[in-house]
């Protein structure tokens, strides 16, 4: 609504300040190799260039590790509320070293909620 998501870059722009409440889903359609995969929540403030973890000393992003072993079908997902201002920017980075493999056009969702 309102043109906050951008569809070329992935990010959420707020267009007005409060509490978002953020749903990531991801469902990974293969996955090998040893590692970890982690679809990360990142924070862009209005006028930076950094994207940060917006988490510090708060909610923590969820790590699965290498016991996972070679397959398909694995899902992640979670809720974090973030206060944003006007012009900050949500986006979710697959920061992993394993080797994913993940359909675009059905294999995830966000669903965002403000209050």
């Given at each position: 609504a309102a043109g906050c998501y951008n569809t070329?870059?992935?990010?959420?722009?707020?267009?007005?300040?409060?509490?978002?409440?953020?749903?990531?889903?991801?469902?990974?359609?293969q996955i090998s190799g040893t590692g970890y995969v982690r679809p990360q929540l990142r924070?862009?403030?209005n006028g930076s260039s950094t994207w940060?973890?917006?988490?510090t000393g708060g909610w923590v992003d969820p790590i699965y590790g290498s016991d996972l072993g070679t397959g398909y079908y694995l899902n992640i997902s979670y809720t974090v509320p973030?206060?944003?201002?006007?012009?900050?920017?949500v986006r979710v980075f697959?920061?992993?070293?394993m080797t994913t493999s993940v359909n675009h056009d059905e294999s995830h969702f966000g669903c965002i909620f403000m209050g």
């Open positions: 070329s870059t992935g990010a959420y722009e707020a267009q007005i300040a409060g509490w978002y409440m953020f749903s990531v889903a991801v469902r990974y359609d924070f862009l403030a940060v973890y917006p988490h973030m206060y944003m201002n006007v012009g900050d920017q697959n920061n992993g070293n």
